[in-house]
């Protein structure tokens, strides 16, 4: 019987570095070591974006990508541990960042798009209708 409640193994900067490869690819991302040996040949963007990111911490660039729900899915099929040290970007901030751009993103399009359009309109209505 195998115990299903141990904590995950903690690798280090080394760790990552030893394993930056197309033969063993490791990346962090958020605090988390992933393989992604086995994803580099189904990886949509190509495996040289994977490798150029290997063996240091990939959180902004794969935060900046904006990968689907589904995809950061994906990632708990390669977790390998948890990293030990600090990591450039928190996961917090960056969830946090990515919430709030995309807030106001939804703002404009949902609320200050359509006030744009009647104004407009209204105008047109006023000064050109006969």
């Not at 992933?34 to 902004?60: M, N, Q, R, W």
Request: net charge negative; glycine share 6%.
């Amino acid at each position: 019987m195998s115990d299903t409640n141990t904590a995950p193994k903690t690798y280090t900067i080394d760790d990552l570095k030893a394993n930056q490869s197309a033969e063993n690819m490791w990346l962090l991302i958020n605090g988390k070591v992933y393989d992604c040996t086995k994803f580099l040949d189904e990886h949509p963007g190509g495996d040289e974006v994977i490798i150029s990111e290997g063996g240091k911490d990939a959180t902004e660039a794969f935060d900046d990508i904006g990968h689907s729900d589904e995809a950061r899915s994906q990632l708990d099929k390669l977790f390998i541990g948890n990293f030990d040290g600090p990591s450039k970007v928190s996961s917090s901030s960056t969830q946090t960042g990515s919430k709030s751009s995309d807030t106001r993103a939804s703002l404009l399009n949902n609320l200050l798009f359509p006030l744009v359009a009647v104004a407009a309109y209204l105008i047109w209505r006023i000064y050109f209708a006969k």
